[in-house]
């Protein structure tokens, strides 16, 4: 693989293993980066990005663990530093939703939520961030949601979360900056994923209408966006959430 904007640097991409973070994972690859994909549960997709990478000459790495328990964060991100280093690139992508109307909702699933979607994003921030701080140097990039933005029927915990990152986000940027560490948050909205991919028609046909460019982001727009931030171009962008969404929140 030719060299590129990213050459020579590490990424840790969370929840890697498929969706909008297999894609993040291979364009970060493409452009040169070493990349460590994180996945939780699912090895054999987590070995299939892998392969996928390795086989386009790029370089890449396996590193199973759970965002929302420290212990393990820290023991992952201490593995990648040993390896390598160092840690220049942090994505925090790793989410999940239990969708439903908050009166049918528990307070575990609330804790879950929270859990992955929010407090992972502190725990790998925090451990990532210390090697960054002492590199002088760092780029991270959190996955939030248009539904953090605009809200959404059914995802009320969900979207809770997901404007915690944003808040998190700009605290963030403030903090790290003056050690040459940009964060930044992107919000996607509809992208083709599994889960889009098992909307009804009906549903779909609602959701396109509300969409000024009349189709759903491929995760490909998403990567490109993400890649962006983490690279040379992105390096006087600080504190921003980039909406790849069509136009669904302006």
Known sequence: MAAGPLTDRVALVTGGSRGIGREIVLCLARQGARVVINYRENREAAEGVL????????????APFDVARQDEVEEAVKGVIDRHEKVDILINNAGMTIDGLLVRQ????????????LRGVFHCTRAASRRMIRQRYGRIVNLTSVAGQMGNVGQSVYAASKAGIVGFTKSMARELAPRGITVNA????????????????????????????????????VALTVAFLAGPGGGYITGQTIGVNGGLYM
């Open 106 to 117: 528990s307070a575990n699933d609330w804790d879950r939520i929270i859990d992955v979607n």
């Open 186 to 221: 992107v919000a996607p909205g509809f992208i083709e994923t599994e889960m889009t991919a098992s909307l009804n028609e009906e549903t779909r046909s609602r959701y396109l209408g509300a969409i000024p460019l009349a189709r759903f982001g491929g995760g490909d727009d």
């Open 51 to 62: 392969e996928k990478v390795l086989s386009e000459d790029g370089l890449a790495e396996m």
